[in-house]
């Protein structure tokens, strides 16, 4: 008894340090600020500004026309209202989602098999999610939603209880508002089971259980009856569409899916190849196993993951393009829920083998990361920190009133512009007028790809229409520069490129 309590306070203790590294970039002040994640903070904003919620999220990759749900924007928005857009603040609530995940986690591999898959399961998660703590979006919805999904529909296949259909349904309905290219294929093959189950076991009627999604996908419903059924005619439209709209050979994208099937089973960082065979041959056996062992208790949850897992990717197909890893990292923490449970199926020393390779290569991945923390943070544009401090290094030169504009590789600029947004919050007393032109003009200039400066002296001279050199320059060891401009009259009323992009460019 002593020794079994030790290992669960172990196990917890490990757990903790794993979201101590978790949170090792808020409780610096810093989170992950790629341009989507600066995108997002602008679609609060304009939330916030215009005292409306969007009913769209940010457009899907793989089909023009169609776009994620709001819901990420929704419950990210109390937090940044409430905080008044400070990214770190919202870095906190990411952390508190991942405790709700590492919670659901545990309690789904407590009701499916024993606590202890439950404390394994949470630290293996804990420690596979350091990489991107720092930098959710809206897929990471869709991965605290999908062991929830999974458990509810193994529940009604056990049970018949239309409440846990009615669930699954739900679930599903929340992941497509979360990640569509997750939750679109898991609709479709809980209706291929449904179908055939149903039918079997005479419950035809249960099937009646999917319209609960109409309360889920309402916001998709809502916006196309505004938008002359803009997003169902982009879904129509791509079946048959050309392969990647040119962009890719069916071969190209036939090794995408193989690289995916390999790789993202688990999180592995850095694992080579065999690493990877390994991992999938093991999860492969698992599936075998409980295929062929038809008295195994938990032979239904190991199948019905084996079935979504596998069952996806010929789905895939359909997106005409690469399936990414955010894309499919909801099975993530379903995978590590078989993975840490397989010690009841397996021998005990081939469990132990996987368990400690995945977690040993985790944690060497998760050191790299936080021991190169300090050098990231300070000088990433990647860094919400770096883009604080270029903007406030802008407020510290500007006068009372000053035009800026913000040059980018992909024209967008959303790092430093909601970081300009935000620095000029605190400082309330200052008038900003962004891409327009003013006596004082600021120019924030990012790297391009080799370092080549051409094109960012050709934009500011075409685009802007500023032919004259800055009074003030300040170049960063990144590459990323500061110009200020003093303009006359005359310099300050002929007009920018009208189709510069000054606002969001996501709908």
Same mark, same amino acid.
């Given at each position: 008894?002593?020794?079994?309590?030790?290992?669960?306070?172990?196990?917890?203790?490990?757990?903790?340090?794993?979201?101590?590294?978790?949170?090792?970039?808020?409780?610096?002040?810093?989170?992950?600020?790629?341009?989507?994640?600066?995108?997002?903070?602008?679609?609060?904003?304009?939330?916030? !500004?215009?005292?409306?919620?969007?009913?769209?999220?940010?457009?899907?990759?793989?089909?023009?026309?169609?776009? %994620? &749900?709001?819901?990420?924007?929704?419950?990210?928005?109390?937090?940044?209202?409430?905080? %008044? &857009?400070?990214?770190?603040?919202?870095?906190?609530?990411?952390?508190?989602?991942?405790?709700?995940?590492?919670?659901?986690?545990?309690?789904?591999?407590?009701?499916?098999?024993?606590?202890?898959?439950?404390?394994?399961?949470?630290?293996?998660?804990?420690?596979? /999610?350091?990489?991107?703590?720092?930098?959710?979006?809206?897929?990471?919805?869709?991965?605290?939603?999908?062991?929830?999904?999974?458990?509810?529909?193994?529940?009604?296949?056990?049970?018949?209880?239309?409440?846990?259909?009615?669930?699954?349904?739900?679930?599903?309905?929340?992941?497509?508002?979360?990640?569509?290219?997750?939750?679109?294929?898991?609709?479709?093959?809980?209706?291929?089971?449904?179908?055939?189950?149903?039918?079997?076991?005479?419950?035809?009627?249960?099937?009646?259980?999917?319209?609960?999604?109409?309360?889920?996908?309402?916001?998709?419903?809502?916006?196309?009856?505004?938008?002359?059924?803009?997003? /169902?005619?982009?879904?129509?439209?791509?079946?048959?569409?050309?392969?990647?709209?040119?962009?890719?050979?069916?071969?190209?994208?036939?090794?995408?899916?193989?690289?995916?099937?390999? %790789? !993202?089973?688990?999180?592995?960082?850095?694992?080579?190849?065999?690493?990877?065979?390994?991992?999938?041959?093991?999860?492969?056996?698992?599936?075998?196993?409980?295929?062929?062992?038809?008295?195994?208790?938990?032979?239904?949850?190991?199948?019905?993951?084996?079935?979504?897992?596998?069952?996806?990717?010929?789905?895939?197909?359909?997106?005409? &393009?690469?399936?990414?890893?955010?894309?499919?990292?909801?099975?993530?923490?379903?995978?590590?829920?078989?993975?840490?449970?397989?010690?009841?199926?397996?021998?005990?020393?081939?469990?132990?083998?996987?368990?400690?390779?995945?977690?040993?290569?985790?944690?060497?991945?998760?050191?790299?990361?936080?021991?190169?923390?300090?050098?990231?943070?300070?000088?990433?544009?990647?860094?919400?920190?770096?883009?604080?401090?270029?903007?406030?290094?802008?407020?510290?030169?500007?006068?009372?009133?000053?035009?800026?504009?913000?040059?980018?590789?992909?024209?967008?600029?959303?790092?430093?512009?909601?970081?300009?947004?935000?620095?000029?919050?605190?400082?309330?007393?200052?008038?900003?007028?962004?891409?327009?032109?003013?006596?004082?003009?600021?120019?924030?200039?990012?790297?391009?790809?080799?370092?080549?400066?051409?094109?960012?002296?050709?934009?500011?001279?075409?685009?802007?229409?500023?032919?004259?050199?800055?009074?003030?320059?300040?170049?960063?060891?990144?590459?990323?520069?500061?110009?200020?401009?003093?303009?006359?009259?005359?310099?300050?009323?002929?007009?920018?490129?009208?189709?510069?992009?000054?606002?969001?460019?996501?709908?």
């Amino acid at each position: 008894m002593f020794l079994k309590r030790l290992f669960k306070i172990s196990l917890l203790l490990f757990i903790l340090i794993g979201l101590g590294m978790c949170a090792y970039p808020v409780l610096h002040n810093d989170l992950g600020y790629n341009t989507d994640i600066a995108r997002d903070f602008l679609i609060l904003q304009d939330a916030v !500004t215009t005292h409306k919620l969007p009913l769209i999220g940010p457009r899907t990759g793989g089909i023009d026309g169609l776009f %994620h &749900g709001p819901l990420w924007t929704w419950i990210n928005l109390p937090v940044f209202i409430f905080s %008044h &857009g400070n990214p770190v603040a919202t870095g906190w609530f990411w952390i508190f989602l991942i405790i709700c995940l590492l919670l659901i986690v545990f309690y789904v591999s407590t009701k499916v098999f024993n606590k202890y898959v439950g404390l394994l399961s949470a630290l293996v998660l804990s420690f596979a /999610l350091v990489g991107n703590s720092s930098s959710f979006l809206n897929p990471f919805g869709a991965v605290l939603i999908s062991p929830l999904f999974l458990y509810f529909f193994y529940k009604y296949i056990n049970s018949l209880k239309i409440i846990y259909l009615l669930l699954t349904f739900l679930a599903i309905g929340l992941m497509i508002q979360f990640e569509v290219a997750f939750g679109g294929p898991m609709l479709v093959l809980t209706i291929v089971y449904l179908l055939f189950f149903l039918f079997k076991t005479k419950k035809m009627s249960h099937f009646l259980s999917i319209f609960i999604l109409l309360i889920p996908l309402s916001t998709y419903i809502l916006f196309d009856l505004r938008h002359n059924f803009l997003q /169902l005619k982009s879904i129509l439209g791509h079946i048959g569409s050309p392969t990647g709209n040119g962009r890719e050979t069916f071969i190209e994208i036939l090794q995408n899916r193989k690289d995916g099937i390999l %790789h !993202t089973i688990m999180s592995i960082p850095y694992a080579p190849l065999l690493i990877c065979l390994l991992v999938i041959a093991f999860f492969i056996y698992i599936a075998l196993k409980s295929y062929k062992n038809k008295n195994l208790k938990y032979r239904q949850f190991y199948l019905l993951f084996t079935y979504f897992y596998f069952g996806y990717w010929p789905l895939s197909f359909y997106l005409n &393009g690469d399936v990414q890893s955010y894309h499919v990292q909801p099975f993530l923490p379903m995978a590590i829920i078989v993975l840490c449970s397989s010690y009841l199926v397996v021998r005990r020393e081939i469990f132990a083998v996987i368990f400690l390779i995945i977690l040993y290569f985790n944690f060497t991945y998760d050191s790299a990361i936080l021991s190169g923390f300090a050098s990231f943070s300070s000088n990433s544009p990647g860094s919400w920190l770096f883009n604080y401090h270029l903007a406030q290094r802008v407020f510290s030169l500007a006068p009372k009133e000053f035009g800026y504009y913000v040059f980018t590789a992909d024209e967008l600029g959303y790092g430093p512009k909601y970081a300009i947004t935000y620095v000029n919050r605190q400082n309330p007393n200052k008038i900003v007028y962004p891409y327009i032109k003013k006596h004082i003009t600021f120019i924030v200039l990012a790297p391009v790809n080799g370092g080549d400066n051409n094109n960012r002296t050709w934009w500011v001279k075409n685009k802007v229409k500023i032919n004259k050199e800055p009074i003030t320059a300040i170049d960063y060891p990144n590459g990323y520069r500061i110009e200020e401009y003093s303009l006359t009259d005359d310099e300050v009323k002929v007009p920018s490129d009208p189709n510069l992009m000054s606002g969001l460019f996501y709908r």
